[in-house]
């Protein structure tokens, strides 16, 4: 499934059914929803958690880097370049920048609809 995230104040974005999902659990809503809504009064807060899950995913990855070994072995498995795991920094941040976006001109940010 594709979800589209809306705003009248920036283009749309589009993202695959599990990434969408886990980034809308990450800013208070319900993953099962296909429909959904973040109000101008939800955005301070949906901002300020989708920025902390990401302050805690770069923490982790800077706790635990990759060891040579395992940098070899992804790059020999084909996991390099534009083939390596996307970060949730990386996935967030389209949503992130249309969530602050829409806080500055007071308009909601929609998705399924």
Do not use: C
């Not at 705003?7 to 809308?24: F, G, H, Q, T, Y």
């Not at 395992?70 to 949503?95: F, N, T, Y």
Request: charged share 25%.
């Amino acid at each position: 499934m594709l979800y589209t995230f809306k705003s009248a104040v920036s283009a749309d974005v589009l993202m695959l059914d599990e990434p969408a999902r886990k980034l809308i659990s990450l800013i208070g809503k319900d993953a099962a929803d296909i429909k959904g809504i973040v109000t101008v009064a939800q955005l301070p807060e949906a901002i300020l958690q989708l920025r902390t899950a990401i302050e805690e995913d770069r923490a982790r990855q800077a706790e635990n880097p990759p060891s040579e070994a395992e940098e070899i072995a992804d790059k020999e498995a084909g996991r390099s370049g534009m083939a390596a795991p996307v970060g949730l920094a990386q996935r967030a941040w389209p949503l992130l920048n249309m969530l602050e976006t829409a806080h500055k001109e007071e308009v909601p940010v929609t998705w399924g609809v």
